[in-house]
């Protein structure tokens, strides 16, 4: 039985061989998880799909402490979703639609495009004091940015940027327990403090919204608070890694960057095949789900309980579905990616990260025609034993 995580090159940007052969094989195939639990493997793109809709999958289990998991609770600091799945199947699918109902009006077209403007601000700011090369783009860019955009749809003033900052580092610090327990009290605190003032004054934002709801409003810091670190965890680090490995794409496949540049028109379709081609499938290979119940697909048998890896990255160079998948094309007309999910648990944040996406590219190679890397590609720092790999560090010079 194959044993996860896949041998490979050690490219950042790398989904291993063995995914792919996987998926021209056996696209449903039983796997050995970096825990040595054993779980299936999804690499086919209309397997993923179909699975991904089916509502059976979720993220809890009968009996979540026999559960197959796909990595340990914790890995380089990060809890994880393969590390431990929740109890209460059968209220699972209740508390999750609440949490969508709370969250989703905070993420509206209108606002999204209301932020695109403040997005853009807060990057010229970046790159206004990019002046002496070589700079750590990951520092300055691709690390504050989504947590900024996540402070601006909760609604904090912008004065309290580095502070909500502080409080996630040293809350996501769980090597640390009491440090970790101390800025999350801190943290309900200050959002107890947030909702007061919103409640006074309220303003399009999240908080404002979780505050005035009439249909269900939220009266505790303690819910709220857990609402915005829940968006932490899911946004911060995934478009931090779009950002970094979005601007290696580009400065690999210089062609492409020179279209870009001379047709800022293929920005959406550019951020597109970014995202496509960015989903490694790092320590664990994909999203972790749990079966409710038995499911049967094609000819394989889900049994209740058992443990399932969403190959997204695999599935997004599913050949069935993409054109030349190895090839990066800006232009494709055609780029049904994965990368946000699919299906009930679509990503919440999408149209945020796309937006967060778009102004940096369509920014940071206009204003450095010349950027590339300051150190050779293959001295780039890769984070090997997070679970969501990425860089630790992109030197840049012009
Ligand atoms: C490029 C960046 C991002 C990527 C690749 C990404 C990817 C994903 C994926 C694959 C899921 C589905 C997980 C699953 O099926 O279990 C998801 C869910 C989610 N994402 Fe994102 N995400 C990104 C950015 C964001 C941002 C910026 C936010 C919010 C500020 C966000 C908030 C969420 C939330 C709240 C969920 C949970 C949805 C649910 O369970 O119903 N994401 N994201």
Known sequence: MDQLPFDGDGDVLEVPPRFRELQREQPIARVRTLTGDEAWLVTGYDELRELYGNQALGRAHRDPDNAPRTTPPIVAGV?????????????????????????TPAFAAKRMEQLRTRIGGHIDEVLDAMVTPPVDLHAVLSQPLPMTAICEVIGAPPGDHGKLRDWWNRMSDIGDSARAGAARAEFVDYTAALMAAKRREPAEDLVSHLVHNPEDTVTSAEQAAGLITGLLFAGHESTMS????????????????AKLL??????????????????????????????????????????????????????????????????FDITRTCNPH?????????????SLAKIELQEVFGRLFARFPTLRLAVPDEELPVNRDRVAGGLAALPVAW
Not at 273 to 287: A, F, N, S
Not at 292 to 305: F, L, M, P, R
Request: charged share 25%.
């Open 242 to 257: 779009r950002i970094d490995l979005g601007v290696l794409l580009l400065i690999r496949n210089p062609g492409q960057r």
């Open 338 to 350: 994965m990368s946000f999910g699919y299906g009930s648990r679509f990503c919440i944040g999408a």
């Open 79 to 103: 809890p994880t979703h393969g590390g431990r799945p929740h109890a209460g199947v059968d209220k699972e699918q209740e508390v999750h639609n609440r949490m969508r109902r709370l969250l």
């Open 262 to 327: 001379a047709d800022p028109g293929l920005l959406p379709g550019a951020v597109e095949e970014i995202l496509r081609m960015t989903i490694t499938p790092g320590l664990i290979g994909g999203v972790t789900r749990w079966a409710a119940h038995d499911i049967t697909i094609g000819e394989v048998t889900i049994k209740a309980g058992d443990a399932v890896v969403m190959a997204t990255g695999a599935a997004n160079y599913d050949p069935e579905r993409v054109e030349c998948p190895d090839e």
